[in-house]
C-alpha cells in the first residue's frame, strides 16, 4: 500500500461504487503504565481503509479515536497488548459499515461519511438489551464472526462461542430494532447431531432461496463431523461437506453458476419514433421504458435491454458517489446508431432504493468500461418513477448523490480524554488531516513550528465543544523538512512530528 500500511487478511471488499475497503492492525508504541503494564507496549489498533481505484485513500477510520484503550476484554498489562479484533467487515442498508469484533463480543455499526459510532451491537457497551436468547450466554453473547446484514435489517452471524459453557458454536439470526435497542433471536442452528466447536473462522450466508450455508471453520479446528451445512429454515440439512484432515474454511459462500447471466433480456423489433416502449414480456421485466423521440437508422431494426441485479464492472467517476445500487441496465441496438429517448424506470423493480429523492441516474457509452456520467435526474413521486430525457444508449446505474462532511464529527458517545492524533498521512504533499478531541468545553490551540521553534501556522486558536475534529494542514508553501505541531488544551499539552516531502 502507498501508505506503507499493511492490510490483514480478515477481510476485503470491493464496493458497487469501484473502491476498495479493508481492515488493518496498526501495532504502536504506547506507555500502558496507567493501566498497571508497560512504559513500552506494543499497542495493536484496528483500522479500516477504503482505497479508490488509483489507490488514493478517501476514507479512514481508526479505533484508537472513537473506543478509549481501556474498552477492551484483552488484558492491558501484557507486552503486546491487542484492544481489539475486528475479523468482518460489511455494508448495512444505509451504506454504514459493520465490522465484527471478536475481542469486545461486538459488533460496530460505523458512519460511512462522519466516522461516528452508530451503536454498538453486544459486548461492553450493553447499547441493546437480547431478547430470546440463551440466558447463560449473558453478557457475552457471541463471539462473532461474518456478521451481515440482511435486507429486512436482520444481523446473522457466526459465533464461535468460545464464552459458552459448555463451549459450542452456532450461526444465530437477530430482529434488531434500532429505536427501542433490542436484539431478538428469530432463529439458531447448531450442528446435529453434535455440536461443533470452533474457535476462531466460520461463516454464515443467507441464500436466496432462504437457506443458510454454514462454514464451521474446519478440521484445523476443533470441527469433528462436519466443515460446510446449508440448512433449510427448519434446520434441515441439505448439504454438507467434510474438507480433509489439517484443512481449514475460513469463510464459505455459494453463488449461481452463471452469475453474469441477465437476470431479465427484452428485444423489441421495429421501433419508430414518437411511440412508447415497456421493456417488458411474458417471461422477464426489467422496470425500463422508453419514449423514442427520434433515431438514426433502418424501419426493421431492434433495440435489446438486459438488466443485471448486480453492480457496474470496472466502473469510473469523475467524483465517485458515495453509493452505488447492486443493478445495472444496457440499452443497446445493434442496427440503430444513435437515439433520443425520455427514459422511466419504475421503482417498484429497484426495492433496494429506499429514498429515490437523492437517486441520481447515470450512463456511460460502452459496457463494462469507461466513464460513468451524472444525469438530470426526475422523481415522479406520483407514479414512483425516476426520469431522464433525451438519453441515448449506453449502460445505467442508480447512486446516491454524495454527501460531504467537514469540521467536526457528531459523535454519540463523546470522548473520555484529551487526545491528538498522528497526521495522516505523513509523509505527505502537500495537505494531511490531524485529528484530536477533546472530552470537555476546552480553549483549544494548535500551532505548527519548524525545527528551529519558529511558528508556521496556528491551525486552531479558540474555543471548543467536547466531541471528535479534524482539521487539514495544507503546506504548500512551505519547503520539505520535518515540523512539528502542538496541541494545548486545559491541561493538556502534547507534540507530535509531520515530515513534508515534495
Do not use: C
Amino acid at each position: 500500500m502507498g501508505n506503507k500500511l499493511i492490510a490483514d487478511g480478515h477481510d476485503l471488499l470491493i464496493l458497487p461504487n469501484g473502491n476498495y475497503v479493508f481492515t488493518i492492525k496498526v501495532p504502536q508504541t504506547a506507555d500502558m503504565t496507567q493501566y498497571g503494564g508497560n512504559p513500552s507496549a506494543t499497542v495493536v489498533h484496528g483500522m479500516i481503509q477504503e482505497l479508490d481505484i488509483n489507490k488514493n485513500v478517501v476514507w479512514e477510520w481508526r479505533s484508537w479515536d472513537h473506543i478509549p484503550i481501556d474498552d477492551t476484554n484483552n488484558p492491558l498489562t501484557d507486552n503486546n497488548v491487542r484492544l481489539n479484533h475486528f475479523n468482518t467487515l460489511g455494508v448495512t442498508n444505509d451504506g454504514s459499515y459493520i465490522m465484527g469484533n471478536r475481542v469486545n463480543s461486538e459488533a460496530l455499526i460505523i458512519d460511512r461519511v462522519t466516522g461516528e459510532l452508530i451503536w454498538r451491537f453486544g459486548g461492553r457497551d450493553k447499547q441493546f438489551t437480547f431478547i430470546g436468547d440463551n440466558d447463560n450466554n449473558n453478557p457475552n453473547y457471541f463471539s462473532p464472526h461474518d456478521i451481515r446484514m440482511l435486507p429486512n435489517g436482520n444481523i446473522t452471524l457466526f459465533d464461535n462461542g468460545n464464552n459458552h459453557s459448555p463451549w459450542f458454536s452456532r450461526a444465530v439470526e437477530y430482529q434488531v430494532d434500532q429505536v427501542n435497542k433490542t436484539a431478538t433471536q428469530v432463529w439458531e442452528y447448531r450442528h446435529k447431531p453434535f455440536d461443533i466447536a470452533n474457535r476462531n473462522q466460520g461463516s454464515v450466508q443467507r441464500l436466496p432461496n432462504g437457506n443458510t450455508l454454514i462454514s464451521w471453520g474446519g478440521r484445523a479446528q476443533d470441527s469433528t463431523s462436519a466443515d460446510i451445512t446449508e440448512v433449510t429454515p427448519d434446520g434441515t440439512i441439505t448439504f454438507e461437506l467434510t474438507l480433509p484432515t489439517n484443512s481449514a474454511s475460513y469463510r464459505a459462500l455459494k453463488y449461481p453458476w452463471n452469475i453474469n447471466k441477465p437476470s431479465a433480456s427484452v428485444i423489441i423489433n421495429n421501433i419508430v419514433a414518437g411511440s412508447n416502449y415497456n421493456f417488458n414480456n411474458s417471461n422477464d421485466s426489467t422496470g425500463f421504458s422508453a419514449k423514442v423521440n427520434s433515431l438514426n437508422g433502418p424501419e426493421i431494426n431492434k433495440f435489446s435491454l438486459k438488466r443485471f441485479n448486480l453492480a457496474p464492472v470496472f466502473p469510473e467517476f469523475s467524483i465517485t458517489p458515495f453509493k452505488v445500487y447492486t443493478y445495472r441496465l444496457f440499452f443497446s441496438s445493434l442496427i440503430i446508431s444513435s437515439v433520443i429517448a425520455n427514459l422511466e424506470f419504475e421503482l417498484s423493480s429497484f426495492p433496494l432504493i429506499k429514498d429515490p429523492a437523492k437517486v441520481k441516474i447515470y450512463v456511460r457509452v460502452n459496457e463494462g468500461m469507461g466513464l460513468f456520467t451524472p444525469l438530470t435526474t426526475i422523481y415522479d413521486s406520483v407514479n414512483s418513477k425516476l426520469i431522464v430525457n433525451n438519453a441515448g444508449f449506453g449502460e445505467y446505474i442508480f447512486a446516491d448523490d454524495n454527501s460531504i462532511v467537514t469540521g467536526i464529527e457528531t459523535n454519540k458517545i463523546l470522548p473520555k480524554y484529551f487526545s491528538l492524533s498522528q497526521n495522516f498521512p505523513n509523509p505527505f504533499n502537500p495537505t494531511t488531516t490531524i485529528e484530536y478531541s477533546i472530552h470537555q468545553n476546552s480553549f483549544v490551540n494548535i500551532v505548527v513550528y519548524d525545527v528551529l521553534g519558529k511558528v508556521v501556522q496556528t491551525l486552531v486558536n479558540e474555543e471548543k465543544t467536547a466531541g471528535n475534529y479534524k482539521i487539514t494542514f495544507n503546506a504548500k508553501n512551505l519547503s520539505s523538512g520535518i515540523y512539528f505541531y502542538t496541541m494545548k488544551a486545559g491541561n493538556f499539552i502534547e507534540a507530535k512530528k509531520l515530515v513534508l516531502l515534495k
